[in-house]
């Protein structure tokens, strides 16, 4: 195919326009592949990160909006292999309005095991302490607190929606995160003095810190047992497998992505092979006088298929460049989903893509490239279109 | 003079091969368009029937849903003879106190169990959704453990057959009834009596919310702001109709997901579409050149070239449309961001869904179809005859 590429390099940069055209047409198409095989790997192949795999999350089996009474704590902390329990509650609220732009996820936790179950924060120790001494002291995430201009000591209003309280909270402390780094953390203390009696007994999830990943599976089984006849039965499971069920509130994403995916290819299989079929038509005759020159059809085949392999990686590569734009485009969107904030086109992604592309540039010129291959000199030569 | 349109159709049915092809790239991605378009119409749909601009409802101050809401019994008492609530024939106020809460339901795709709102009432909820009727079965008896059910529940859960027994609660529950409300989102809710529900869930005096009914909806509108000013409740009312229109922000992820996803693919089609015209333009040189001697002028040439494009994309279009409209049958269930349970609905690929997905197909035709067409019409009569 090397000994062609002169020649198709040439044949390409003869109609400049259409080569241009069919290049930025296959890069709007696989960029968009590219995205949502993102997407795919990201929600439906990575098995979460290594310190993720020590936590589990206990809810109400019913739903995340019903509760679980606060005393389950104590009692999940006797299960074997259990090394710590935290108190893990979403406190929703609104900052400053409810534009979605002001959204983002705030916690209230026991200060003093937060960062014990999250060994991947990183925080000064003095701002540490600084928010584990103080009632009405919270922490942010890097970008959260780059987002807002927030500094040590601001305050920061929170107004109630699920619980009926406005809280006042005092930014003690930054923490780094390489994932899931866009949160606010404050004392389940400070809400639990605020909020009325009758809701004090009750908590929305409990976070789980095993003492080894290998127990993990066990430690699900026998929190939801222990509480099987319980009111209130629980459902536990991975941090991970919970972060995969909000997934399923969109609906059906899986079948969303892959259906897109191959209406995509099927649509970057048509582009491609209309354009290297009115490339062929329009230089028949030129064939016609390649094959006078001596040109096998092998050679007239291998000329062909090495044009429209070139214009479709290519265009491949210039969509996997968009795709990575579309995904920093993403990581900023607004969301809880941590999965979106650290999306990349992961390296398989870009392999997959490559290959796709060679495989439409061959696939879209077979036939153009075969009939011209095949057609006699004569009919070559007259051939006028 | 304009070019009769039967050369461009002339043209397009010579080059078929080429006119398909462009065309069905087009058609697909309309496709995807007028499905997203369809799945946010049929959400609209469901959520927007269920909301009764007559009907007011009544939660605690600072909740955003029935589910997050609570509706003490005293409070119901005090509120339900507030002026502007109608009353039955019998003097009694048609006011509902409900109690709504979910269930998990586990279906043969969903092994994992699918969140169900469950919503307890007394006869008198049944008086205000009249449009509900029960298609199988029967009525759940007051005082008795029996659940009716939606019919987009019996249809995707095997589970909740008739006749079949839930647990939830403290216990099980016999299915007696399958209802239909319509196109609205009770159809995927479960009933059961409210004195037995709240019982079970250990709230027989927090309930979660009053549905009323009034004569119209300036008489609505009047109650609302009547309730939510009254500092004895501290309630929040708003219609039924605000309500559910709240709730169809479930489907905005997925909207502006699919609306990128299409803008996307647009671009593709579009410089497909540029470039099969192009190659039009510039295989028909001649015949352009042709029709200028003959006296067409610049003008309807570039129309004609344009038109052409227009109506490739339409073709295109009217293929995507055809091809999306078999999910028409199709029910989905989306999550309910408001209640954490799920809504079902079925897909609504209607006329006004197709008319957006063709003028999205011509957008595309425009699109293509501009610079091509504008390159056929400056062509100079003498350079193009000798073309070939």
Redesign the interface.
């Known amino acids: 195919m090397v000994n062609h590429l002169p020649l198709a390099v040439k044949n390409g940069l003869r109609n400049r326009r259409r080569s241009l055209l069919t290049i930025l047409s296959i890069a709007a198409s696989l960029s968009l592949l590219g995205v949502l095989m993102a997407m795919y790997q990201a929600f439906y192949l990575s098995p979460g990160t290594e310190d993720q795999a020590f936590r589990l999350i206990t809810r109400n089996r019913i739903s995340l909006a019903t509760p679980l009474p606060v005393s389950y704590r104590d009692q999940i902390k006797q299960v074997p292999g259990v090394r710590e329990v935290m108190i893990f509650q979403w406190f929703g609220g609104v900052y400053k309005d409810t534009n979605f732009e002001n959204f983002f996820a705030r916690f209230a936790v026991e200060a003093d095991k937060e960062f014990l179950m999250y060994p991947t924060y990183r925080i000064p120790d003095e701002q540490k302490r600084a928010f584990q001494n103080e009632r009405t002291a919270c922490v942010a995430g890097r970008p959260l607190a780059d987002r807002y201009g927030w500094k040590l000591g601001d305050r920061i209003t929170l107004m109630g929606d699920i619980y009926p309280v406005d809280l006042e909270l005092t930014l003690r402390g930054i923490y780094d995160a390489p994932r899931d780094n866009e949160n606010l953390f404050f004392h389940y203390l400070y809400l639990r003095e605020a909020i009325p009696a009758s809701m004090r007994d009750y908590v929305g999830t409990f976070i789980i810190l095993a003492k080894d990943r290998d127990v993990v599976p066990r430690i699900a089984a026998a929190v939801d047992k222990m509480f099987v006849n319980s009111p209130a039965q629980t459902k536990t499971e991975t941090e991970r497998a919970f972060e995969m069920s909000f997934l399923s509130y969109l609906g059906n994403v899986k079948v969303f992505l892959l259906a897109v995916c191959g209406a995509v290819t099927f649509t970057l299989l048509l582009v491609t092979g209309n354009t290297m079929a009115m490339s062929v038509r329009e230089r028949v005759r030129e064939v016609g006088i390649l094959k006078t020159l001596g040109f096998t059809p092998g050679g007239i085949l291998g000329i062909v298929l090495t044009e429209s392999v070139l214009l479709s990686v290519i265009g491949a590569f210039l969509g996997l460049g968009v795709s990575e734009g579309l995904c920093a485009f993403l990581r900023r969107s607004p969301t809880t989903f941590a999965d979106l904030k650290m999306l990349h086109v992961p390296y398989s992604v870009i392999a997959l893509s490559l290959l796709l592309a060679v495989f439409i540039g061959l696939a879209s010129a077979a036939i153009p490239a075969w009939s011209a291959s095949k057609r006699p000199i004569i009919d070559c030569l007259r051939f006028n279109d | 003079m304009a070019i009769p349109l039967s050369y461009n159709l002339r043209n397009l049915s010579v080059r078929w ?2 006119t398909v ?2 065309a ?2 087009i058609g ?2 309309v ?2 368009m007028v499905s997203i378009l369809g799945l946010v119409e049929g959400l609209h749909t469901s959520l927007a029937a269920t909301g009764n601009p007559r009907h007011v409802l009544v939660m ?5 849903s029935e ?2 809401s609570t509706m003490t019994r005293q409070t119901f008492q005090d509120l339900r003879f507030t002026p502007g609530i109608l009353r039955s024939p019998s003097g009694d106020p048609l006011a509902s106190l409900e109690m709504v ?4 339901l586990e279906s043969p795709d ?1 092994p ?1 169990g ?2 169900i709102t469950l919503r307890g009432l007394l006869p008198v909820g049944f008086t205000l959704r009249e449009q509900l009727k029960v298609v199988e079965g029967r009525k759940f008896l007051p005082g008795n453990r029996e659940v009716i059910v939606g019919k987009s529940i019996s249809d995707r859960y095997p589970k909740a057959r008739i006749g079949r027994t839930l647990r ?1 609660g ?1 216990g099980e529950w016999t299915v007696v009834g399958v209802f239909d409300s319509g196109l609205s989102a009770a159809n995927s809710e479960v009933f059961a009596d409210l004195d037995q529900v709240s019982a079970d869930f ?1 709230r027989s005096d927090i309930l979660s919310s009053v549905l009323a009914r009034t004569a119209d909806e300036t008489a609505a509108r009047t109650l609302v702001s009547r309730l939510s000013s009254d500092r004895r409740f501290s309630v929040l009312a708003l219609t039924e109709r605000e309500y559910y229109e709240q709730q169809t922000k479930s489907g905005d ?2 909207k502006i997901l699919g609306f990128i ?1 299409a803008a ?2 647009a ?3 579009s ?2 579409a ?3 015209m ?2 039009a333009v510039s ?1 028909r040189a001649a015949e352009i050149g042709t029709l200028r001697v003959l006296g067409f002028t610049r003008g309807s040439i570039l129309l004609s070239f344009f038109l052409e494009s227009v109506f490739l994309s339409l073709l295109g279009g009217t293929f995507g449309c055809l091809l999306a409209l078999p999910l028409n049958l199709v029910q ?6 408001v ?3 799920e809504i079902t609905f079925a897909f609504h690929v209607g006329p006004k869904t197709m008319a957006e997905g063709l003028a999205f197909a011509m957008l595309m035709g425009v699109v293509g179809g501009l610079l091509p067409a504008r390159m056929a019409a400056s062509k100079e009569i003498v350079i193009a005859l000798r073309e070939t």
Do not use: C, D
């Open positions: 091969t080429t092809m462009t069905v790239g697909l991605t496709t995807v605690r101050k600072g909740s955003t589910l997050t809460t979910v269930m998990v969903r994992e699918m969140n939830f403290r250990f992820v997925v996803v996307i693919m671009v593709g089609s410089f497909a540029m470039n099969t192009y190659a295989r989905a269930g989306i999550g309910n961001w209640t954490f349970s």
